[in-house]
């Protein structure tokens, strides 16, 4: 074995007949077998976990959470978020070439909105299954975490290091996020139908119903009862939050040349 002292220097290197394997400090010399690939990958997932932890030791520094609780309890909130309980962080883990890739992240958020997309046409065509209590709890799990799963994607973006490379691409991916809001709150609204006074009979009336509460237009006829309160309020909350995102996605596109 050959030992290189390097600090936090990786590289990479294939040769005819050996492989230079890499971790972290140390340079291991093996040969090339038919478990290289795997220990590439291995190496690959090193270096993306210690990039990962400099980029959250960045984020502890630049927020100053040690010079309060506050700000130490939301940057640990946004850790077990955004790195353990996050399915993309999950996947990239597993696929460790994707991680940092642009087009992984878009494809994901689009293949959300299109899992969405078929929950509800298939409610709006077979709308009885809501009924079968293990197919109306299996789309609530999986809907009610892709709405967590967004608001915690904003929170990180927007709020707690509003690192934002491209505003028009942010702006489009916002966009595409509030389309899936609506379709969430839809089929929760049309799940919990009977948390309204009337009822919503159908899946479009429950779209209806959703845009108008999460643009500020008003409930219209339908009063929520009991828990209806809790989601709508969750529902308006949610709409603001996304309005004001957008105008400061908008704002810092237009101001983009100011500060540059």
């Known amino acids: 074995m050959t030992l290189y002292n390097r600090s936090q220097n990786f590289e990479y290197r294939i040769c005819t007949e050996r492989q230079l394997i890499v971790y972290a400090f140390v340079v291991y010399n093996v040969a090339m077998d038919v478990n290289t690939p795997k220990k590439a990958k291995n190496v690959l997932r090193m270096e993306h976990e210690l990039e990962r932890q400099r980029e959250r030791s960045m984020l502890k520094k630049e927020l100053g959470t040690d010079e309060g609780w506050l700000l130490g309890l939301a940057e640990r909130f946004d850790y077990i978020s955004s790195e353990r309980l996050s399915l993309l962080n999950w996947i990239t883990r597993w696929k460790p070439e994707w991680y940092g890739n642009v087009s992984v992240v878009e494809s994901f958020i689009v293949g959300w909105f299109f899992v969405e997309l078929i929950a509800f046409i298939v409610l709006g065509v077979f709308p009885h299954i809501k009924l079968q209590t293990p197919v109306l709890t299996l789309i609530l799990v999986i ?29 489009l991916l916002i966009f595409i996020n509030f389309a899936e809001m609506i379709l969430i709150f839809s089929i929760v609204n049309f799940l919990e139908a009977s948390l309204y006074v009337p009822s919503l009979f159908s ?17 219209d006829i339908y009063q929520p009862v009991k828990f209806g309160y809790v989601l709508f309020y ?21 101001t983009k040349d100011s500060r540059d």
């Open 143 to 171: 809907i009610t975490y892709r709405w967590y799963n967004i608001i915690v994607d904003w929170f990180h973006r927007h709020i707690l290091t509003g690192r934002i490379t491209s505003p028009v691409r942010t702006l």
């Open 234 to 254: 969750v529902q308006v909350f949610t709409g603001i939050g996304t309005i004001v995102i957008i105008l400061g996605s908008v704002m810092s596109y237009f």
């Open 203 to 219: 899946i479009m009336n429950s779209l209806d119903y959703t845009i108008r509460i999460m643009t500020t237009l008003g409930w």
